[in-house]
Nanobody, 121 residues
Protein backbone atom coordinates (compact mmCIF):
# COMPACT_ATOMS: atom_id res chain seq x y z
CA UNK A 1 0.00 0.00 0.00
CA UNK A 2 1.49 3.29 -1.14
CA UNK A 3 1.21 6.16 1.33
CA UNK A 4 2.03 9.78 0.61
CA UNK A 5 2.48 12.19 3.52
CA UNK A 6 2.75 15.90 2.79
CA UNK A 7 4.17 18.63 4.95
CA UNK A 8 5.15 22.27 4.67
CA UNK A 9 1.96 24.15 3.93
CA UNK A 10 1.03 27.36 5.69
CA UNK A 11 0.33 31.03 5.26
CA UNK A 12 2.60 33.56 3.62
CA UNK A 13 2.41 37.06 2.23
CA UNK A 14 2.49 37.71 -1.47
CA UNK A 15 6.01 37.51 -2.81
CA UNK A 16 7.05 35.02 -0.18
CA UNK A 17 8.14 31.39 -0.44
CA UNK A 18 7.06 28.02 0.88
CA UNK A 19 8.46 24.55 0.48
CA UNK A 20 6.22 21.50 0.35
CA UNK A 21 7.52 18.01 0.93
CA UNK A 22 5.99 14.61 0.26
CA UNK A 23 7.30 11.40 1.77
CA UNK A 24 6.58 8.20 -0.14
CA UNK A 25 6.29 4.90 1.73
CA UNK A 26 7.05 2.60 -1.15
CA UNK A 27 10.15 0.56 -1.87
CA UNK A 28 9.63 0.90 -5.63
CA UNK A 29 9.70 4.70 -5.38
CA UNK A 30 11.83 4.97 -8.50
CA UNK A 31 9.02 3.41 -10.56
CA UNK A 32 6.73 6.35 -9.90
CA UNK A 33 5.91 9.54 -11.68
CA UNK A 34 5.47 12.11 -8.91
CA UNK A 35 3.32 15.20 -9.13
CA UNK A 36 1.84 18.11 -7.26
CA UNK A 37 -1.72 19.17 -7.89
CA UNK A 38 -3.77 21.91 -6.29
CA UNK A 39 -7.41 22.69 -5.82
CA UNK A 40 -9.14 25.91 -4.83
CA UNK A 41 -12.75 26.12 -3.65
CA UNK A 42 -15.12 25.83 -6.56
CA UNK A 43 -12.39 24.92 -9.01
CA UNK A 44 -11.21 21.66 -10.51
CA UNK A 45 -8.02 20.04 -9.36
CA UNK A 46 -5.16 21.19 -11.57
CA UNK A 47 -1.67 19.94 -12.20
CA UNK A 48 1.10 22.16 -10.89
CA UNK A 49 4.26 20.19 -11.62
CA UNK A 50 5.37 16.66 -12.36
CA UNK A 51 8.71 14.90 -12.26
CA UNK A 52 9.18 11.78 -14.33
CA UNK A 53 11.23 8.67 -13.62
CA UNK A 54 14.17 10.14 -15.54
CA UNK A 55 13.92 13.44 -13.69
CA UNK A 56 12.27 15.36 -16.50
CA UNK A 57 10.00 18.07 -15.12
CA UNK A 58 6.85 19.69 -16.43
CA UNK A 59 5.15 22.78 -15.05
CA UNK A 60 1.84 24.52 -15.43
CA UNK A 61 2.19 27.82 -17.27
CA UNK A 62 0.95 29.67 -14.19
CA UNK A 63 3.87 28.50 -12.04
CA UNK A 64 6.72 28.05 -14.51
CA UNK A 65 9.72 30.08 -13.41
CA UNK A 66 8.43 30.39 -9.85
CA UNK A 67 8.03 26.78 -8.66
CA UNK A 68 10.59 24.01 -8.70
CA UNK A 69 9.78 20.31 -8.31
CA UNK A 70 12.53 17.91 -7.32
CA UNK A 71 12.87 14.41 -5.98
CA UNK A 72 15.34 12.62 -3.74
CA UNK A 73 15.41 8.92 -4.43
CA UNK A 74 17.48 8.14 -1.36
CA UNK A 75 14.97 9.84 0.95
CA UNK A 76 11.94 8.84 -1.17
CA UNK A 77 10.67 12.38 -1.15
CA UNK A 78 9.44 14.89 -3.66
CA UNK A 79 9.49 18.59 -2.91
CA UNK A 80 7.87 21.66 -4.38
CA UNK A 81 9.75 24.89 -3.81
CA UNK A 82 7.30 27.74 -4.34
CA UNK A 83 8.70 31.23 -4.82
CA UNK A 84 7.12 34.58 -5.61
CA UNK A 85 3.82 33.31 -4.30
CA UNK A 86 0.67 35.14 -5.33
CA UNK A 87 -2.82 35.18 -3.84
CA UNK A 88 -4.12 33.05 -6.72
CA UNK A 89 -1.71 30.31 -5.63
CA UNK A 90 -3.91 29.81 -2.59
CA UNK A 91 -5.20 26.24 -2.62
CA UNK A 92 -4.95 22.83 -1.07
CA UNK A 93 -1.88 21.18 -2.56
CA UNK A 94 -1.78 17.43 -3.10
CA UNK A 95 1.11 15.11 -3.74
CA UNK A 96 0.29 12.28 -6.14
CA UNK A 97 1.97 9.24 -7.64
CA UNK A 98 1.40 6.87 -10.51
CA UNK A 99 3.55 4.08 -11.83
CA UNK A 100 5.73 4.62 -14.84
CA UNK A 101 4.43 7.15 -17.36
CA UNK A 102 3.78 10.73 -16.32
CA UNK A 103 0.65 12.68 -17.16
CA UNK A 104 -0.93 15.85 -15.78
CA UNK A 105 -4.41 14.39 -15.56
CA UNK A 106 -5.57 13.93 -11.96
CA UNK A 107 -7.68 10.85 -12.73
CA UNK A 108 -4.57 9.07 -14.03
CA UNK A 109 -2.98 9.10 -10.59
CA UNK A 110 -3.59 6.18 -8.27
CA UNK A 111 -2.11 7.45 -5.03
CA UNK A 112 -2.75 10.71 -3.22
CA UNK A 113 -1.65 12.47 -0.09
CA UNK A 114 -4.06 14.08 2.32
CA UNK A 115 -3.41 17.60 1.05
CA UNK A 116 -1.84 20.62 2.67
CA UNK A 117 -3.25 24.13 2.72
CA UNK A 118 -1.29 27.01 1.21
CA UNK A 119 -2.67 30.49 1.79
CA UNK A 120 -1.17 33.60 0.22
CA UNK A 121 -2.43 37.00 1.30
Amino acid sequence: HVQLVESGGGSVQAGGSLRLSCKVSESTYDHFCMAWFRQSPGKEREGVAVVALDGETTYADSVRGRFIISKDSAKKTVTLQMNQLQPNDTAVYYCAARRWQCTVVPSDFDHWGQGTQVTVS
